[in-house]
């Protein structure tokens, strides 16, 4: 039995801002255990303890962003330093067949946070 290999080019993610993530330094992305990865339809996000990275690769005709225009979003969810509150889950949630998607953000101290993709706090 031979071995299917199917690759679809989905675009390019580098950019300056994944330096705020680490990004540069050999093994970046395998030595970071804080470093939050989801994938969606035309976009990933990755996610630190601090920061979050929006990153578009491609347009989309169903209400998403034009990535010429906002290809990278970075959102810094106001976090409580006193305690040293960190992200711990991003998720994205779709609604209305991908019309609708947002960033869900789930915070050390139990707080849900959910961010449009131009990185608007929608909800707390």
Known sequence: MSRCLHTTDLGCIACDALTDLGAGKEGWLVDNL?????????????ANRSLILILHWSSSNNGGPDPDKNRVVKIRPDLFPIESE??????????????????AVETSHGYLLIYSLHGNLIHK
């Open 34 to 46: 804080d470093l939050l990865i989801f994938l969606d339809t035309h976009s990933v996000a990755l």
């Open 86 to 103: 960190y992200i711990s889950s991003v998720e994205w949630l779709v609604f209305d067949d991908k019309v609708n998607r947002v960033l």
